[in-house]
Each structure stands twice: as C-alpha cells, then as structure tokens.
C-alpha cells in the first residue's frame, strides 16, 4: 500500500520562507507532486519530482529524496495569498495500475 | 483555451439512486482522471481514461463506473447511492503523451450530496 504524511497545520509571517515536509511509503514510486489548494477551489499543479534533488520555480521550490521516502515544498517571499492547503502525492504501484495517493494536506496560516 | 469543464456543479440525489457525472477535458487533451474529495478522506483516485480505454483504477467499489468518449469526454457513474458517496468530485485531464509526467489540470468540480 501507500502511505502519505504530512503536518495537518502550519503558521507563517508574510515576507518569511516556510517548508512543509512529505514523507511517503509506496511501491513502484513513479513521481512526486505538489498541489495548491484554495478553500471552496479546485487543487493546481506546483510541482512534479521523480528524481532526487531540487526543482526550483519561482518562489516555490520542491525537493525529493527517495532513498529516505521524504519530500518538501519551499515556498518564499510569502504572500498572504499563498494561505491555502498544500497537498503532496506520489504515484506507486498498486496492482497494474499507477495510482497517485494524496496526503491529507497542509493548512498554510499566512498573517501580516 | 479553456479549462477542465465540469457539469453539474451541484447535484441532490437520495439514496439508492444513480448519478452521471460530465467532464470536458483541455482542448487536444486524452487522458481524463477522476477523483472524490471528502473531509474524512481527503482527495482519492478513482480512474483514469486514456483513448476511450480505463487506463489505471483505484480501490473504489464497482458502483464507480466511468468511460471516456471519442472527442476525450468523460463521464462518471456512480450506482446505489449511499450517503458516504456524498462529495466533491473532481475530473482532471493532461495531454496524455507522456504518463508519467505530464502536468494534470483540475475542473472546478461537481458537489454530489446524498440524503
């Protein structure tokens, strides 16, 4: 099976730099996103790792290591808009199919 | 261009009965994904459509059914509602050319709730 963890709630300081962290248990790991997701809106796509290392875009950047199961999302320059829920899902194998399980989220409080 | 299109956007059914969703992919997009959303479990895999062909499934009951038409359309079925199938279900689509990678784009959603 999968597995996806990740913290329920973060706070942060407009201006501040915050990473939420990831950790995962999967088989056939196939790639690792990121999602945004606005309360009452559909999830957007931030990000996508499948090898070790640091995908930087913008203000956002994501890391993986798959060797330790474990991701993070960076974002900068936070921006109260940037209070949203961030979701983390890796793709793995499960029967014959690729299935992308998703973390329950993270709650960002971005405040002045 | 415009986006993923989802229809309806909110829907009331009672239990026992059966609902049809609609999704319209991206223009020049193949490969149409559904999910559901809910509080207690957040947002799970349902299916993927590739080419009018069930690609990739989750662990959802037979009750789930979907297909995909020739012009990339999906549409979701969901038999013998019960009211833990009340929920937000969400339909994304990507080009489809590439499995693995490609950036997926989500509609805004139909809001199902079950009395």
């Known amino acids: 099976g999968q597995n996806i963890d990740q913290p329920t709630e973060m706070t942060a300081t407009e201006g501040a730099i915050v990473q939420i962290n990831c950790t995962y248990q999967?088989?056939?790991?196939?790639?690792l996103f990121w999602y945004q997701q606005h309360a009452g809106e559909a999830p957007t796509f931030l990000s996508y790792n499948v090898l070790d290392g640091l995908e930087e875009k913008g203000r956002f950047s994501s890391f993986l290591s798959r060797s330790k199961g474990y991701s993070y999302l960076l974002l900068k320059e936070l921006q109260m808009k940037d209070s949203a829920s961030y979701l983390c899902a890796v793709r793995g194998r499960s029967g014959g199919s690729y299935i992308p399980t998703f973390g329950r989220g993270t709650s960002l409080i971005v405040h002045p | 261009k415009a986006g993923v299109t989802q229809t309806p956007r909110y829907l009331i059914k009672t239990r026992g009965q059966q609902v049809t969703l609609s999704c319209s992919p991206i223009?020049?997009?193949?490969?149409v994904s559904w999910y559901q959303q809910t509080p207690g479990q957040g947002l799970q895999f349902l299916f993927e459509y590739f080419s009018e062909t069930q690609r990739n499934k989750g662990n959802f009951p037979g009750r789930f059914s979907g297909r995909q038409f020739s012009n990339s359309r999906s549409e979701m079925n969901v038999s013998t509602l019960e009211l833990g199938d009340s929920a937000l279900y969400l339909c994304?689509?990507?080009?489809?050319?590439?499995?693995?990678?490609?950036?997926?784009?989500f509609g805004p959603g139909t809001r199902l709730t079950v009395l």
């Open positions: 999967t088989s056939g790991f196939n790639g």
């Open positions: 994304a689509s990507r080009p489809g050319t590439a499995q693995d990678t490609d950036t997926q784009y």
């Open positions: 223009s020049g997009h193949r490969s």
